[in-house]
Structure formats: structure tokens, C-alpha cells
């Protein structure tokens, strides 16, 4: 009898434990972790903007709100990493195509070679589904400045930079429903992209 009350016991504060999980926020390019913040609307967030997807729509900081959102940024005609990141992307795309609340939006940092034409082909070739991932392309000046200065997603690597010096990382960024980043993952390592799935469904549990 104690041996199952024991057992019980263990797996509430287990259940308990898995409950109180929380994802942190990030507002530094060195991802610091903050684990509460006293203001939501003057947080660190990501910044208006206004960008064109693969289908010719635009598409701004308005269609992120509400949404949970996995970012990147690569290059259509990119031979090195970013066929592997398309792979990450679209097994993400695989695991939360029926799940409305998740968008992935991946930034060409070659703009003026990745036209729309060029994104749409891009897309096709990838078995991009529309409603769940967008090809978005812009000025050089928005979409790095977006990069480095909002999303981190080359950590404090890059943040100084600027349009000059080439954008290129495998970094997945996490962004919840308020445009706050909440996490940073390596699209290349499998572990990363375990994490990443389970930090999507610990966001959902937000709501």
C-alpha cells in the first residue's frame, strides 16, 4: 500500500513538475533569459515591418500577432546549409499543418535575386503549403535589420552589423503571440529540433 501511494505521489509531482514548465523571454542578442517581464507591450518585441510572400501578398508584423512563429533566414539558390534548414522546415510544417496557431516564415537574405517568381518556384519544388509557411522577401536594408537587431538570430554575432556583411545562419527563431522571442534553436541539430517542437506545444499551453 505505501509502495503505490508512493507511486502516486511521485507521479503527481511529476505531472505537477511538466505543468510549471515556462518558457523564458529573450531581449538581448546574447539570450539572456528573462523568466517574468512587467510589461508585455514595452518588451522587446518584434517591429513593424512590410514584406512580400511567395504568392505577391503582403505580409507585416500584423500576421504574426496571434500566431506562434518559427523564423529563418536563407537563400533560394544557397548550396550549403540551407537545404538542410528547408528539411527542418518542412518536417515542422509536417508536424503542425493542421494546427492554425503555428506559422513559419522563412526571409530570403538575397532579395533582389529571390523575387516572387523566384519564391514561388522555390516553394513549389519544397512542397511549401501556403497557409502554414511563408517565402517573404523585401529590401535588403528591412529584412537585415529585422535579422540582427529583432530576431538575434545570429545571436550577438551579428547584431552590429550591417546590410554589407552577409546574413547566413542556421538558427531557428521561436516568437510567441505577442511577437516576443522565446527561444533560439540550431535547425542542423536533431536534439534542437525536438526541443523546438516541445517548446511550439509548451507556447499553445499559453493561451
Known amino acids: 500500500m505505501k ?10 509531482l511529476i505531472s505537477c513538475a511538466e505543468n510549471a514548465r515556462k518558457l523564458p523571454y ?30 505577391g501578398q503582403s505580409f507585416s508584423e500584423k500576421d504574426l500577432d496571434g500566431k ?5 533566414f536563407f537563400f533560394t539558390s544557397c548550396p550549403g546549409i540551407c537545404p538542410k534548414m528547408a ?8 508536424e503542425f499543418i493542421n494546427d492554425s496557431d503555428v506559422l513559419l516564415i522563412s526571409h530570403s537574405v ?20 501556403y497557409g502554414k509557411w511563408k517565402l517573404l522577401t523585401g529590401s535588403v536594408g528591412e529584412i537585415y535589420d529585422l535579422g540582427r537587431k529583432y530576431y538575434y538570430v545570429e545571436e550577438d554575432l551579428g547584431v552590429n552589423s550591417d546590410s554589407s556583411i552577409f546574413l547566413h545562419t542556421e538558427n531557428f527563431v521561436l516568437i510567441d503571440k505577442q511577437r516576443h522571442i522565446r527561444g533560439i534553436y540550431n535547425s542542423l541539430d536533431p536534439n534542437n529540433m525536438i526541443s523546438l517542437k516541445n517548446d511550439i506545444k509548451e507556447l499553445r499551453k499559453e493561451d
Open 3 to 12: 509502495y503505490i501511494i508512493s507511486i502516486i505521489f511521485l507521479s503527481l
Open 26 to 55: 529573450y531581449d538581448t542578442a546574447d539570450f539572456t533569459p528573462k523568466w517574468e517581464i512587467n510589461d508585455p507591450a514595452t518588451f522587446h518585441s518584434i517591429r513593424k515591418f512590410s514584406l512580400t510572400d511567395q504568392e
Open 68 to 72: 506562434i512563429c518559427v523564423a529563418d
Open 87 to 94: 528539411v527542418s522546415m518542412a518536417d515542422l510544417q509536417d
Open 110 to 129: 538575397m532579395p533582389e535575386k529571390d523575387s516572387v517568381p523566384v519564391l514561388k518556384k522555390y516553394a513549389d519544388e519544397k512542397n511549401v503549403q
